[in-house]
């Protein structure tokens, strides 16, 4: 039987996942993505994202069809590493980018689907929560922008490199998070509230930075966050034992004991001014009586004038 390739083939995009690839083919093929998919081989109304998706088709069926190699097929799909204990990769779509969308509707990038992602890599625009038209909507805070565009980069940078251990600590950001913020409870890095995405990455710069020091400042501001922790991590009660010490001690974030002394008590002002001090009536003696006078009516000369002034 000869495969005859597809009529229309729209090239695929750069970093654009091969699902978003699908369902552009179908729609200028004139027909539904599931037609499409049964087509080309695939089983299911959903179209591939991932190398376990494509165990089922025939690669090869697909390639002719599309003209497409199939190392091209492979680098359209997501990467997932396995026993990472942190979700990073969505299994849908949360978030977009005004501008891309706009020039290729229904396009989606890969990197849109990874939870560190806040800015599209092809314009570099910034990405917004699924459902929204304008980022006017989701305005957040330039501080808390700035600690998750750092928690961003360290999620990407330990999800590459694959260590459990590291998986396993980042991990323990949301989970301290949502037992200090309980509106923070059903948040998490692939959230669709730009506001409490930020907060969670911002939580992992915290969390890779000054982790005591951070959950140390939530708890002396809340003082039933120590008995949550405890119940929510039962098997950590030395570590939370050094944070009640660390938030009942002074910490360097907070004002100095000296300059703390200095706002409540202010220094008085120095008599100087208005007095001369030992060194000037010294010099007034020595002025008076000569270089060569005693010592002793040097000193006698100068307590009188430095009684005179005091008078």
């Known amino acids: 039987m000869t495969i005859r390739p597809l009529p229309r083939r729209p090239p695929p995009l750069q970093d654009e996942l091969l699902s978003s690839w699908v369902t552009r083919l179908a729609a200028a093929n004139y027909c539904s993505a599931p037609e499409l998919l049964g087509y080309l081989g695939f089983s299911g109304d959903k179209p591939p994202e991932t190398s376990h998706d494509l165990r089922r088709a025939n690669i090869e069926r697909f390639g002719a069809l599309t003209h497409l190699p199939s190392s091209d097929i492979q680098g359209m799909l997501l990467v997932h590493r396995a026993g990472f204990p942190v979700e990073c990769v969505s299994c849908s779509d949360f978030q977009y980018c005004p501008t891309c969308t706009q020039k290729v509707p229904g396009i989606s990038l890969r990197h849109w689907r990874y939870a560190w992602s806040m800015t ?171 270089v060569n006078a005693d010592r002793a009516e040097l000193l006698r000369c100068a307590d009188r004038t430095l009684e005179k002034s005091r008078r």
């Open 120 to 290: 599209c890599k092809s314009c570099g625009t910034g990405l917004l929560p699924l459902g929204t038209a304008s980022s006017e909507e989701f305005q957040v805070p330039l501080r808390l922008e700035a600690r998750a565009s750092k928690g961003a980069g360290w999620l990407e940078q330990m999800y590459w490199r694959g260590s459990q251990q590291v998986g396993r600590q980042l991990d323990l950001a949301p989970q301290v998070v949502r037992v200090l913020a309980p509106e923070l409870r059903h948040a998490g890095f692939c959230s669709k509230s730009r506001q409490n995405r930020y907060a969670m990455l911002a939580a992992v710069n915290l969390l890779m930075t000054r982790p005591l020091v951070a959950v140390s400042i939530a708890m002396r501001r809340d003082p039933t966050a120590r008995d949550r922790l405890r119940m929510a991590f039962p098997g950590q009660r030395n570590l939370l034992d050094q944070l009640v010490h660390l938030s009942c001690s002074p910490s360097s974030h907070e004002p100095d004991d000296r300059k703390t002394q200095k706002a409540r008590f202010p220094a008085r002002k120095s008599d100087n001014t208005t007095k001369p001090d030992f060194l000037t009536v010294a010099k007034i003696a020595i002025e008076q009586l000569g």
